[in-house]
């Protein structure tokens, strides 16, 4: 039999991992004869728009260019695989394919939409008596899937959020003025990337001096306060802040009429560290910057984790044993076994207890103002963001490699 | 007699190593007792506000760490020196603490502004007869300082951000539909550090497609022209933009309306990615993002160019010869005298040729349409980015160094 895997939802520096993770512990397996790139995600099943990953993976450089290489090398898609009732076609679509490449086992890398696409798949082809079976591996810098002690992608982003603070630390404590300086970090609904800031206070840095989760709800007028305070003790005060912070039900209204929250209505502010900046400037008159850190931080690879980046090739392997084991509608999961030393283990669990669902930063981890992190979530992040990789440069910048057969779909912008 | 050096203007990942530069050649010369830094740069001069770099710089250990940490030791200052007859008291305040500390040589490390420090200080002690040695180090990641190849600074610099680019390439490139991402890069009047983005080339990228510098009027009408022909041929399109461009006159009276021109009234836009973002959005009607690098571009020592700080520490080191052999009101300049093998020399001119004036990229290796670069610009970037320092890290994050010493004024934010 042959198999396919495919990649979803945002970038990040490990995915390429998971997806040389499939690759590499399947040509191990006898069981197992071609592996298949699905490119955009699902959409390469429904529209028929496989590769034969052999063609693509010649030789032992270019797995280590691929290991190098953020981003997603099949392309990736925000595909929500609609419920079999409202859109049979397409199911059809996806089994004509999986049918045609004599595909026993697919796997899907991605967060927690593309573990409803597993859970969605799975559940037709057991109620049809199909034997194909269908795996999830996690993927996301947010780090918000449940069930798993933490994601790949997660490790690489938080080194890079963590080092780059340090640097705008430095950068921002310049001058002899007050200064307050707004670093906005991705994560819509949960903290994890913003609280891994504070991996810094572990090497003896104060910096960030203020941390705001979207699990808190964020008062402007606290904010403030909190900034005058921490301007007591330091010249350049240093805040790290979710994209996702939920405005307070008395900052709403307000937040309405200055245009500062999204279109739709939702509590937070679209463009945050825009939105805090012009009020910290109006309200305390003192130099004030944002930084948005914008796609930097899950597509820096040039400063992946390592241990991220080897995790992710190992779930992603353990995942092809999972199938040929006989499971389907699982995901791949990490269980930690200790901090020092670190130490985890691969499992699974039914993918019904991932999708759409959300694990948020625990409460117990946020200080009690809810302007910091506690050193549990210190102690947490630090593993996950050790070692660096031996990295192949090429004219000085990191060698990439982009996907040289003709793909039905421009992926890429490469030279051949 | 002892000397003294200070660090100016916008940070950047080499000026630490030119401090170090002067600090590692001064023990060597039997003529210099004392290395002094001035905090804040001339500021400390002012207001007495030295440090002896004995009591800072004690061990091995320190020099490499000082070496890979961005920003300034010393901390900076924006301070243009006003002329003799306006403010005497300001050069009798300098005066006294260079008597005091029995200074007889002072290293400036700087930009365009600082250098006008150097002259005037210089004409000032020569005027009255007052042995005190006056040399300029050039400094800035904006490269645009007369006389010299290139500055310290701008090689790293350039390695952020062709790394960068390439890694946002990979990142916007992932889905089946059509995008433009923006990229704001710094440079205020010149655009080296923008046009530095073409270095990808040279590893096959065809990224970034469109690159406007300020040196050429930019057209809004236009430049919605080339990526639409651009579209034709990448799904994809990454546009590397100076924060600098200057508007063109038919496009200025319809940007001040629309709020995207600043409010002094220059020819420049505010924020020029996210005005050129809402400007494609409305236009192009596709997917748009706009990026900006930000201070990172200045600050990530983690991926500074081993070259750039080498030659920032030898030209810092030079500087302490030129100031011994009686020379004053000079600044250190790079001659280059090859490519491949790249080789360049180190002399100096006359600070009077540099102070405030600016050294333009050349329209020449602009190309017709005036949205890319040609091969000789790529050709002058590439050595400058060769190589990468190997880090010291600490818990998975480089280790920096952060003055442990009680100064007078906060300039950092670590923990004693």
Known sequence: MNIAVAQSGGPTCAINASLLGVFSHAVKYDEIDLVYGSVNGIEGLIYDNLVNLFDIITDDEEIELIRQTPSTLLGSCRYKLPAYDKKPEIYEAILRTLRK????????????DSMDTVMKLDRHFKENGIDIKVIGIPKTIDNDLPETDHTPGFGSAA????????????????????????????GRDTGWLTASSAILHANGEISPHLIYLPEKPFSIKQFIEDIREAQKKHYAVIVAVSEGISLSEEDIGEAFQSGNVDNFGHKYLSGVGKALEKIVAKELKCKVRSI???????????????????????????????ALDGHSGKMMIFKRVANRPYNVKIEFVDVEKVANRVKYFPNEWINEAGNGVTKEAIEYCLPLIQGEQNFHMLNGIPKQYVLKCALPRDVGSHEP
Chains 1, 2 share one sequence.
């Open 292 to 322: 948005e850190l914008n796609v930097m931080q899950r597509c820096s690879s040039h400063l992946s984790s390592k241990r991220d980046i080897t995790e992710a090739e190992r779930i992603a392997g353990a995942a092809v044993k999972v």
């Open 159 to 186: 080194k890079y959020v963590a080092t780059s603070i340090q640097e705008i630390t430095r950068d921002s404590s310049v001058y002899s003025i007050a200064s307050v300086t707004i670093v906005e970090i991705m």
């Open 101 to 112: 490449y004599d595909i026993g086992a697919f796997f899907y890398i991605g967060g927690n």
